[in-house]
């Protein structure tokens, strides 16, 4: 048996010590307000136990980490379809990059950098009645966790400062590859990002990511293929320019979020959620990155 609590316990002694914590990301205003010394880091494993250190029960914008959920919504939706508008290369390019500048026929490289997301936005806008009611509703299933909820000031504030996702979605508009209006889009869009969550509910929330499709009730959301493909994705391309560098250091698909949030998982074995609100160059979380390095490296458990 792995003590994982004693692993967790270093992990968050060493992240206080750390001095030089990384910046926060002060694009969108709101998000600059956080206080850049909250750490916290919470695994669960396939036996649903629970370890946790820090600041896990702090709630915090999920941004990006949304994209897996929007993500494994569509393909519940829609199916292998959605490969028809969005591709599953990684991209080697910051997350905002308008990557679709370089491409004829207006398909994003995947569905995790911004302008692929938001194709996914546009798919989640078209098939669901009710758009932002019906995604929140599945992810506190999924979370099984009624509590979680939008951050409407950190959407707002997203909305009067996203020039450049205003720019991928008209673009994407002029490509064709986006059948809603460019404000509903983006309006979900920014609601997805704006989720506001802790440590413990994401991980709670990504459990189904490491058993086969299946929620903590064992529940069935997503089919062995698909949650193949969503791993996949997550290794590739979750991590935009670094994803290279995560799968080198820590070795675990996961995903980050410019709010300092990241979740990684072995399948079978743990899901992990790590949040340090100051970033890297990159845009991922300076110490969250330390932390799961060093939680692959002292328990020897990565995907390699
Ligand atoms: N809402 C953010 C944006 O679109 C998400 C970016 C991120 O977390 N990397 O810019």
Redesign the pocket.
């Known amino acids: 048996m792995i003590d994982y609590q004693s692993v967790l316990n270093a992990i968050n002694e060493a992240a206080s010590k750390e001095k030089e914590r990384g910046k926060i990301a002060d694009y969108?205003p709101e998000l600059a307000k956080v206080d850049v010394n909250n750490f916290g880091i919470h695994l669960i494993d396939n036996h649903q136990n629970n370890f946790f250190a820090g600041d896990s029960n702090e709630l915090f914008s999920i941004?990006?980490i949304s994209k897996v959920l929007t993500l494994s919504m569509a393909l519940g939706l829609i199916g292998e379809d959605v490969w028809k508008r969005v591709d599953v290369e990684p991209s080697g390019d910051p997350?905002?990059h308008l990557s679709l500048l370089e491409l004829e026929n207006g398909i994003p490289r995947n569905p995790l950098i911004?302008p692929g997301a938001i194709v996914i936005a546009d798919i989640l806008v078209s098939q669901l009645k009710n758009p932002k009611e019906d995604f929140l509703s599945f992810v506190r299933q999924i979370a099984n966790d009624d509590t979680i909820d939008y951050d409407e000031t950190v959407a707002l504030s997203?909305k009067k400062t996203?020039f450049r996702?205003f720019a991928a979605a008209n673009l994407l508009k002029s490509y064709k590859n986006l059948n809603n209006d460019v404000d509903a889009v983006l309006d979900f869009y920014?609601h997805q990002?704006s989720l506001s969550m802790n440590c413990e509910q994401l991980t709670h929330a990504f459990y189904m990511f490491m058993n086969h499709g299946k929620c903590r009730k064992n529940k069935a959301y997503l089919t062995l293929s698909q949650v193949k493909r969503i791993n996949a994705i997550m290794l590739t391309c979750g991590f935009y320019d670094e994803a290279g560098e995560f799968a080198f250091e820590v070795g675990l698909p996961g995903k980050s979020?410019?709010?300092g949030g990241i979740v990684a998982l072995l399948p079978n074995k743990f899901c992990v959620a790590t949040w340090s609100p100051g970033l890297n160059p990159k845009?991922n979380s300076k110490l969250g990155m330390l932390a799961l390095e060093k939680l692959t490296t002292e328990t020897e458990l990565s995907i390699f």
């Open positions: 969108i941004q990006s997350f905002n911004n997203e996203g996702n920014f990002c979020g410019v709010g845009g």
